[in-house]
Each structure stands twice: as C-alpha cells, then as structure tokens.
C-alpha cells in the first residue's frame, strides 16, 4: 500500500487541499465563514439545484432505458453478442467532449434533426439528459448485466412451479437478488452525472451549469477561488456519501449471493414477447448509441464542396486553424497516444499494488483506501488540475513545464478502473496456491510472478485497455496543464468548438471521430481478451 498512499497523497490530496486552502485563508487564517456566504448566493442555490435533480432524472431515466438491454445481453445468446456489448460500451469511455461534439451535431444549430426537420435541443436540458443516457448506459448494462447472468434461473422457475406469476416471481425472487447491483449502478451513473463537465459545457450552453461546470468558471474565467473552494468542498462531500453507499453495496452483492457460470443462463430468445423486447433493445442502442456516433462520423466528411476528407487534410497544418493552435491540430493524436501509454503504465503499477494490498488484508482502514481510490472520479478534475499548477512549482517537484504533468493528471483516473477490473480476479485466487509456492522455496517476488501473474494477466490486459481509453478521454484536468505546443485530443476538440467558422467546426468532428474509432478498438480487443464479466466495468 506504500506506493499507492503515497501517489495519492501527493498527485491527489496535496493539490486539492492546497487549492481549496487558497481560497479558505486570508493571511493564514482559515475563513469557513465564505462557505455560508458562498452556498446562500441564489446564483450558487441554483446550480446545487440543477447538479442535483439534473442528476436525479438522468440516473433515473438511465435505469429505464438501460435494464431491458442488461436483461437481453445477461439472459439472450445471439450473433454479434460480443460487437455489440463493445459498441455499447464505447460512449463509456469517450470523453465527455466528444459526447458532447457527437450530440451537438445531432442536436445542434446545423444539426442532423435541425436539417432533418427544424428541431433544435442544444442550450435545452433534454439534450443533456439524452447525452449523460448516451454515456451511461453502459454502466447499467455491465454492472447489472454481468450479475443478472451469472443468477441462477431455476430459482424464479422454482418459484412459478409453486403457483407465482412471471412478474410475481421476477419480483420477489430475482429482483431483491440484483438489488445491490442495480443501486451500484445507480450511484455509479449519479455520480458521473452529478460531476458532468464537458457534457453540460458544450451542451448547456449559458442557461445550465453544474457544480463543475460552475468551479471551472469560478476558477479559470472569474478567478474567484474563495467560491471555487467552496464549491469543491460541496462536490468533495457528496461524491464522499456517495462513495461510501456505492462500497456497501458493493460488498453486499460480493457475500449475498451464489453465483453460476454466464454459460449456462444464455440462450436464444423464444417467444413473440422475446423477440419483441430484444427487437426493442437493438433499437434503442440503433437511435440512442449509435445514431449520434453515426452523424459525428457523416459531420466530419460534410465538406461545404461535398463528401470528402478536407477536414481531415486541414487537421495537418496550424494555419488552417487560425490562432487556435501554435501546431498542427495532428500532433494533438501523437501527444494523445503518448501521454496516455505513459499514464497506462502508472496506473498499472499503482492500481495493481493496490488492488493487491486490497486482497491480503481486511479491515475499516483498506476499505477506507478502497474509497480513496475511487475518489479521482468524482472530485472536481478542474479542481486537481489547477492545483497542479500551484503546487508542482518548486523543487525537487517544479513539474510545471514537465511533460510528465498530464500522465500524471490522467493516471489518477485510470487507477480506479485497474483496481476494480483486477480486484475480482485476485480476490478469486486460491491462498493455498501461493503458500504452496512458499513452502516449496519460492521468494514472494517469485510466488507472485508464477502463481498470480498468469492467473491474472488476462484481468491485465483489460485492466491497461480501460485506463489507456480514459486517460486518452481526460479532459477536465488536462485542459489547465496540456501546453498550447502540446495539446491533447480532447483540449483540441474543445479548443475548434470554442472558435466560430466552419472549418474548426469540421476539424472538431473530425477529431473527435479519430478519438471515437481509437476508444471503439480498444474496446473490441478487450472484448475479445476478456473472460470475467462480474467486474465492475
């Protein structure tokens, strides 16, 4: 637990303490009486309002849509079953910008619906509702898809042999079994909503800001760090509670239930009402996932003259895009690949450690660690990012013109996604292997190489796809850090839509579409390496 403490502590705590500490003190003094003057302001009551019922309906209206597909990828065998879990799986780890991009040229001024049939929903909460759907339903999907296929059926046909309907049976026996499942994907889908940036920003236009959205605002345009401060705490306490139910409800579905193998629960559908529902769940996951990642693609070739690659062509000089670059917008795909190998390997390092140390002990303290480590996902990025700049800025840690910067900012999210896609796997590794190993003259270097390593190198390889495909998509944290000669694919996208004129309009969806069809790789070569689908993601 030594390295992982202590990365966090200093690439994670450090900058966030010393950041909300600027804005809390004033000649050393702590000044917690601008939390009451910060959070009675209307103009704050009104983004705590609309982080949180915004987050409600979009948990809520996630559930909906995605538990019949969970249902049909848990209990249905049918061709492509593989692809499209990947496809589903792809907006999950797109960055919230691109969703955004994806969704503006759906929705948007020029949109495929405005063309289409004169309707606009940019600047209205419904396309920021639509896209958090878009980028969650995934989470329902796996979380609850991968324990719904591992229930064992002949419980609820137990129970209709013994005169329950189809419903009253699904109700009291399937149901309160996927309880703890279904409220982790929940908190998980609350949590990512409750903390959308890049969503809200492209989308909400002036109307709508969530917390992150408004520390952002607070800190980079207004420099007002005393309300930035504030606000962070506000996030920090609540992702904090939400944390701390997601980890119960974790540990209840790990010790409540008897598990089967996903092999023997699929099956083709049967029946005109199965075959209706999997009809519906492949139409959904056609119009909600697919269409807006459809018409990023066709945005990116529509060229004033036709069809065509001159968005892509442009994207190879600094001139085609004014001002906004100091290079070529296609050096942001080389810094992008590069900054994320080298925060795949840190996560690696730190997410294993701690997903080992998480396995051979137990107690209120690891679990304690188990929470921090989810942390990174729900405290403010912006928050981290400008308290890199403040705080890595003397020696021996001046890191600020330092290209190890932005790894560093990306692995902090790639860590909890090694430690939960590795945690499962290690927990199932038999003790008795490893002091066998022991007993027979095996140092625990060796132990680990021989015994854990191949029964785990799957979960590995996994592992380093998911952190890879998020650290490509950080964009909070980033975009205070990349540097102008240095950007990163998801600062560039948002940099083209931040400027008028329909070349960087282009150039922005046409770099998005790189991004998208990187992410959708990665994720196609982890379903094919993949074994366990109990993970968490």
Request: glycine share 8%; hydrophobic share 55%; charged share 15%.
């Amino acid at each position: 637990m030594a390295l992982p403490v202590a990365f966090f502590a200093l690439f994670f705590a450090y900058p966030v303490v010393a950041i909300v500490g600027r804005g809390l003190k004033t000649d050393g003094d702590w000044q917690f009486g601008r939390i009451g003057e910060v959070l009675s302001r209307p103009d704050i009551l009104d983004v705590l309002w609309f982080t949180t019922w915004q987050a409600l309906a979009s948990t809520a209206l996630t559930l909906v849509i995605a538990l019949p597909g969970a249902y049909v990828f848990a209990r249905f065998d049918f061709p492509g079953k593989q692809l499209l879990r990947a496809v589903v799986t792809v907006p999950f780890v797109l960055p919230t910008v691109v969703v955004g991009t994806a969704f503006l040229a759906l929705l948007g001024r020029g949109g495929f619906l405005d063309e289409l049939w004169g309707v606009r929903l940019d600047t209205t909460v419904w396309a920021i509702l639509l896209a958090h759907i878009f980028f969650n339903y995934a989470v329902v999907v796996r979380t609850v898809g991968g324990l719904w296929s591992q229930l064992d059926p002949r419980q609820e046909e137990a129970a209709r042999v013994l005169g329950a309907g189809r419903l009253a049976a699904w109700r009291r026996v399937t149901l309160p079994a996927l309880a703890p499942a279904v409220a982790a994907a929940a908190l998980m889908v609350f949590l990512f909503t409750f903390t959308s940036f890049g969503v809200v920003q492209i989308l909400g236009g002036p109307a709508y800001s969530t917390l992150e959205v408004e520390i952002y605002r607070q800190t980079a345009q207004l420099l007002d760090l005393p309300t930035a401060a504030v606000l962070t705490l506000v996030q920090f306490a609540a992702v904090g509670g939400i944390l701390a139910v997601h980890a119960w409800t974790v540990r209840r579905r790990e010790t409540a239930l008897k598990l089967v193998d996903p092999a023997q629960t699929s099956r083709r559908p049967r029946g005109a009402g199965q075959w209706a529902l999997f009809g519906g769940v492949l139409l959904t996951v056609a119009l909600l996932i697919v269409l807006p990642l459809g018409v990023l693609v066709e945005r990116s070739l529509d060229t004033s003259g036709g069809y065509g690659f001159g968005f892509y062509r442009a994207l190879q000089s600094a001139e085609a895009s004014g001002s906004t670059f100091l290079v070529p917008p296609l050096e942001a795909i080389w810094n992008s690949l590069q900054y994320a190998l080298v925060a795949t390997l840190i996560a690696l390092v730190i997410g294993g450690l701690a997903a080992a140390a998480l396995t051979r002990r137990a107690g209120p303290l690891v679990r304690g660690f188990d929470a921090l480590l989810m942390l990174p996902l729900g405290v403010s990025a912006v928050t981290v990012g400008f308290g890199f700049l403040i705080t890595l800025d003397e020696p021996p840690l001046d890191l600020r013109t330092s290209w190890i910067l932005v790894p560093l900012a990306q692995a902090l999210v790639g860590v909890p996604f090694v430690v939960r896609t590795m945690l499962p796997v290690l927990r199932a590794v038999d003790d008795r292997l490893r002091e066998a190993a022991a007993v027979l003259g095996a140092s625990p270097l060796r132990a680990w190489r021989e015994v854990d390593l191949p029964l785990v190198r799957r979960a590995v390889l996994v592992a380093a796809g998911f952190a890879f495909a998020v650290s490509l998509g950080e964009f909070g944290a980033t975009v205070f850090i990349a540097r102008p000669d240095n950007p990163t694919l998801p600062v560039a996208v948002a940099r083209l839509l931040g400027r008028s004129g329909e070349l960087n309009y282009g150039q922005a969806m046409a770099l998005s579409t790189i991004l998208m069809l990187v992410c959708a790789v990665s994720l196609l070569l982890l379903e094919r390496i993949r074994t366990d689908r109990s993970g968490e993601f």
